[in-house]
């Protein structure tokens, strides 16, 4: 990996509020798959996969949660999904996804504040990098369900360091007594390939 590349990933990673994520995302816009090509970023195709496998009806409309350039659009779009919605922090990297020419709607939101969206909203939720070290934890799970149509699923990826440092094991396990969600798959498999690092690939339904 490039010291450039490097350097991108560490100013992410150690990115403390939602203002330092959005300049690091920001100036990151422009090289961004670029530099996740070079890190075997395997997770988009995969998650979407998996969010088709679980929906009956893939021209409901789903919801890219932490959309970033689009590369999860691209791969909702090749699972069969033909009304993409994509929400993320950076302005930057919506004007980037916006050329992928597959989402509906692409809008800015801080998503550690409530979401501008109505309950029930979405047929699926999909969500890759976003759930990890640095950014949003399972504190934030509960609106994502929040806005999906009973029965629906949310096909998400959690970076195993999140995962252990965040106790989403524990997490989880209180949501799902809560009446929140439903664990339907919990799998660990590889996710940033070229830094070594395996995510949980998840399954949440809305009750």
Sequence with gaps: MSEKTESLFNAVYNAKT???HKAAYGAWASTYEDAIRESGYVSPPRVAATLARHTANTSGPVLDVGCGTGLGGLALADAGFT???????SPEMLAV???KGVYRTLTAVNLLETVDIADDTYSGAYSTGTFTLGHIGPDRI??????LK??????????EPSWI???YET?????VSDGILNLL????????VNHNQQAHFLVLEKP
């Design 185 to 192: 798959e919990d799998e660990v498999g590889d996710h940033v």
């Design 150 to 159: 009973p029965g629906a699923v949310f096909s998400l990826t959690v970076s």
């Design 142 to 147: 509960p609106e994502v369900m929040r806005l």
């Design 165 to 167: 440092e965040k106790d």
């Design 83 to 89: 009304a993409i919605d994509g929400i993320d922090l």
């Design 18 to 20: 939602p203002e330092d």
């Design 97 to 99: 996804a916006r050329e």
């Design 171 to 175: 997490v989880l396990a209180s949501f």
